[in-house]
């Protein structure tokens, strides 16, 4: 298997990794998910980013090199809503080639809207495609609707956008069966929506904030991780493999040679980290804690081209 991942991979992708990172604007939320820090129920100080400090942290981030960012929010539609973030893409659209969203699920013509202001891709994940470990780590606030969920990667494409992200959180049922499902809608999608891109996410469970980690019976070893990024590759030539600083820095390196193709790099998970990294807390904690500079060597070390900019090769910077 990794042998026909790296080949494949290397066939469509070529020696490249993207690199982008993650810019947290709100830890507000209305979801009361079992599984993560910041859910409605955790007692903490709250951190909500005005558009002017956004622009501050998204300039530390344009500073480290990144012109592809992700914009990340919890479920916070009353401070974070589309106009915001309609408003804040037109503030970073100089500045950054490719804007990211991974928000709360929306409807086609608010992801139209999004698109308009610049946006061109969307991330969200499923969690899970096991209705009833849906509902049980889900029990209240607007996630907790599984089809509404299940529907909004149509509604992406609907509204037009370029890249649909998905992905399931790891470790909360067998990742074999996730596996499949994941699989299967991304097929279902690929057929239906030919202009839009598809790529997976491998986001596993970390150490959140108040999150009681002995509720998790499927948690996954690296060997099932490298195995499910090598069978979506297998099963996908074009998608993009996305791997985040969840995971350890060896774990990374290894993975790039078997089917990853865009990485996140010095990440902050806390909204206002970059400037203020201890002031906030965090949605989980960061496993790979390399500057963005380390990364890219590393990425160059293993023979690799680390992309900053992907849209126009003359722009980029090895
Ligand atoms: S996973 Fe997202 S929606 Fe759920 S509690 Fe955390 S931030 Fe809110």
Request: aromatic share 12%; glycine share 8%; hydrophobic share 40%.
């Amino acid at each position: 298997m990794a042998q026909q991942a790296r080949l494949l991979t290397l066939r469509r992708f070529g020696k490249t990794i993207r690199l982008y990172a993650p810019l947290y604007l709100s830890n507000f939320c209305r979801n009361t998910c079992r599984y993560c820090g910041f859910n409605t129920l955790s007692n903490f100080q709250r951190t909500r980013l005005t558009i002017a400090r956004a622009l501050q942290e998204a300039d530390i981030i344009a500073s480290e090199g990144f012109t592809d960012l992700l914009l990340v929010s919890s479920e916070d539609r009353e401070f974070i809503s589309v106009d915001y973030l309609v408003e804040l893409a037109g503030r970073l659209r100089e500045k950054f080639s490719f804007i990211a969203v991974e928000v709360y699920a929306m409807t086609a013509a608010e992801y139209g809207r999004l698109f308009s202001a610049g946006i061109e891709g969307v991330t969200l994940y499923q969690e899970t495609y096991n209705r009833r470990a849906y509902h049980y780590y889900h029990p209240a606030g607007p996630k907790s609707d599984y089809e509404d969920r299940l529907m909004a990667p149509d509604r992406m494409a609907a509204g037009g956008m370029r890249e649909i992200g998905l992905g399931v959180l790891l470790g909360l049922t067998d990742w074999r069966a996730e596996t499949l499902a994941l699989a299967e809608h991304a097929h279902y999608l690929m057929k239906r929506y030919w202009q839009s891109h598809v790529s997976f996410s491998f986001p596993r469970l970390r150490p959140a904030f108040d999150v009681d980690r002995s509720q998790f019976k499927h948690l996954l070893s690296d060997r099932n991780l490298a195995q499910m990024v090598m069978a979506l590759r297998l099963c996908f030539a074009d998608a993009g493999l996305v791997l985040s600083t969840r995971e350890r820095a060896g774990l990374r390196d290894n993975l790039i040679k078997l089917g990853v193709t865009k990485m996140s790099a010095g990440s902050r998970t806390n909204p206002g980290g970059y400037s203020h990294p201890g002031d906030s807390t965090g949605q989980f904690e960061v496993n790979d804690n390399r500057s963005p500079a380390d990364v890219a060597a590393m990425v160059r070390r293993q023979g690799f081209e680390p992309v900053w900019k992907d849209w126009d090769a003359a722009f980029s910077k090895g």
